[in-house]
C-alpha cells in the first residue's frame, strides 16, 4: 500500500478526538442528518437518529444485509422520500429537493446495480457527467460554435479522468461491451467529471475481481487526496479496514456505532449484528468469516 | 400484365405525399422512441391534431391556411404537455397506455354526432382547405415521366413535403450529435443515472416528446392540405404502429431511418398490391378476387418485415453491435 496523503492524514487527526459513539458530532461535518425515518408498511427500513460525514474523509456505511444503508443513500440523494427527518449538505437543507438538483449541488451518487449507458460510448458517458453545458439547452444545441469549445475543454478532462481510470483504451468503444469492473470504474469516473464535493459509492466493490478492487481502493483514495469527500457503502471488511478514516455501522436501520475502523471492528455489539451474538473472531483479516459471506 | 405500371406506380407512391406523411410521423417518434426511449404509441393524435386545425380553422371558421397552421402547432404542444405532465415522471409504459388512449379518444371526439358541427362527424371535413397553398404553386403543368406521374398539385405537395423533410432531418442530426442528445440518448439507456449526474430528465424527456410530436402535426397538415379533406377514420391507431413499422424499417435512433423506412415500406406495400392486381387482372390468379387483396398485400408485407427483423433486427441503418448490447 503507498504512503496516505496529506488529506488522508488531516482527515484522521481532525476526527482523532470524536466520542466513538453513534451520532457523533464532526469537527466539520459536510453532511448532518436528523431523525431520518423511511417506512416501507409496517417495516422502519431507515430509522438515523443523528450522522454527521467529516469534510474530506472517506467515510464507510457498513452493516449487515438489510441494515438500510441502500435506502439512506437514496434517502439522502433525493431518489426516495423519508417519512420524517431533515439533512443539510455543506450547511444547505437538501429536505425534498429532486435527485437533480441535489447532484448540481455537489452530492453525486453512484449505484450498486451499475449504470454504465449501455449504447453510449465510454467517452460520452464520460462527458455526461460535465456540468453546466451550455449544448444541453434544447436551442443552443443545434449551434455547435456555441457549444464546441466547452465540449473540447471537457473532452480534454475526461480523457486525462480515463487514463487515470486505465479505460483509455475503451474510449470509443459501446460501455456496454466493458466488463463488470471496468463499469464500476467507468462510473466511478463519470461522477467524478461532476467534480462532486461529496461523492457517495454504493458498494464499489461489489463484483469486482481482486486485482481490480486494489486499483479501486487507490482511485477512492485518490478522490480524497483531491479534496473530495468520499462516503461509500460496503460489505468487505477488509476493504473497509483498509481506506477508511471513519466506520458508521448500520443494522436494522439504525445506527449502532461509530469510530475509526479498527475499533469498530473490534467492537462486540458491531460482531453481533454480523455475525450473531456467540460469535469471537474480530472481523479482519485474522477472523476470515465475514469475506467469506456474500460478496466472493 | 402491365410491370412497368406497377413499377411506376411503386415509384410514385414511395415518392408521394402519403409516404411523406408516414415519414414525418416516423421522424417523431425517431426522436421520442430512438433517441429518448419514449414510448408514444398515439402519433396518429397529434397528426389529427394538425390536420383538424386546418380543417376546423380554414373550413369551419373560414379563417385563413396561414393562421391555421401555427394554431395547429401551439394545439400539438399543449396535446404532448398534457400527456406529458401525468406520464413522463412514471414508468415508460404509462406514455404508452396514455397516448394510445387518446388518440382513440380524439378519433371519437372528432367523429362524434354531438360536435358535428365542428369536426363533420364520421363524414369529416371537406372543402378547399389547403387552396392558399396551392395558390402559391410555381408549377404549371402535371409531371409525366415514366416511373413517376403527380398531377400538378401533388407535384407541388411532394416538393414543399421534401424539403420540410430535409430541413428537419438536418436540424435531427444536429440535436442528436449535440450534448442534448447525448443526454436524451442517456435517458433512453438508464434514466437514473442522468438524474443522477445532476441532468432534469424530466424536461428532457418533455422537450423529445413535443418535438416529436410536433413532426407528427406537420404530417397531419400536410395531409389536409394535400387532400383537402379530413376523415376521422384516417386516424386509426394503425397509422402509428405503420410508423413504428417505417421508423424500425429504416433503423431506430439512425438519422436517415425514417426516410428509407417510408419509401420501402410504401414501395413495397403498392407494388405487392398493383403486382397482384395485374396477375388476377391477367388471370393467372384465379383463386383471389381483387377485393382480397387489400388485406393479403397486408399480410405478404408483414411477413418481409418479419424477415427483416429476423435477418437484420437493426433496420436497413442500424449498427448490430449496438443491438447486441441489449441482450445484456
Known sequence: MPANGQRALAAQSALATVPRVPGASKPDPILVASSIVRRFGGLSAVDVAHVEVQRGSITALIGPNGAGKTTFFNLLTGFDAPDEGAWSFNGRSMGRLSPYRVARLGMVRTFQLTKALNRLRVIDNMLLGAKGQRGERLWASIFPFLWRGQEAKNTERADVLLKRFSLDAKRGDF?????????????????????????????????????????????????????????????????????????????????????????????????????????????????????????? | MDFSFVLGQSITQALGVTAIIYCLAAMGLNLQFGYTGLLNFGQVAFAAIGAYSIGVIVISFGASLWAAIPIGLVASVALALVLGIPTLRLRADYLAIVTIATSEIIRLMVRSIALRDTFGGANGINGKMGQAFHDLNPFHADIDLPFLTWTRQDLWVVTVGWSLIAIFTLATWLLVRSPWGRVVKGIREDENAVVSLGKNAYVYKMQALILGGLLGTVGGIVWAVAKQSVQPDNFVPDVTFFSYTILLLGGAARVFGPIVGAIIFWFLLVFVGEFLNQMIAAGWITFLLPTDIGPIRFILVGLGLMGLMIFRPQGMFGDKRELALDAR
Open chain 1, 175 to 296: 460501455a456496454g461491451s466493458l466488463s463488470g469492473g471496468q463499469r464500476k470504474l467507468l462510473e466511478m469516473a463519470r461522477a467524478l467529471m461532476s467534480e462532486p464535493e461529496l461523492i457517495m459509492l454504493d458498494e464499489p466493490m461489489a463484483g469486482v475481481n481482486p486485482a481490480l478492487t486494489q486499483s479501486l481502493l487507490q482511485h477512492i483514495k485518490m478522490i480524497r487526496e483531491e479534496g473530495s469527500t468520499v462516503l461509500f457503502v460496503e460489505h468487505d471488511m477488509d476493504m473497509v479496514h483498509d481506506i477508511s478514516d471513519w466506520v458508521i455501522v448500520m443494522a436494522q436501520g439504525k445506527i449502532i456505532a461509530e469510530g475509526p475502523p479498527g475499533d469498530v471492528m473490534k467492537n462486540p455489539e458491531v460482531i453481533d449484528a454480523y455475525l450473531g451474538s456467540r460469535h469471537e473472531k474480530a472481523l479482519t483479516e485474522s477472523g476470515e468469516s465475514l469475506t467469506t459471506g456474500e460478496n466472493k
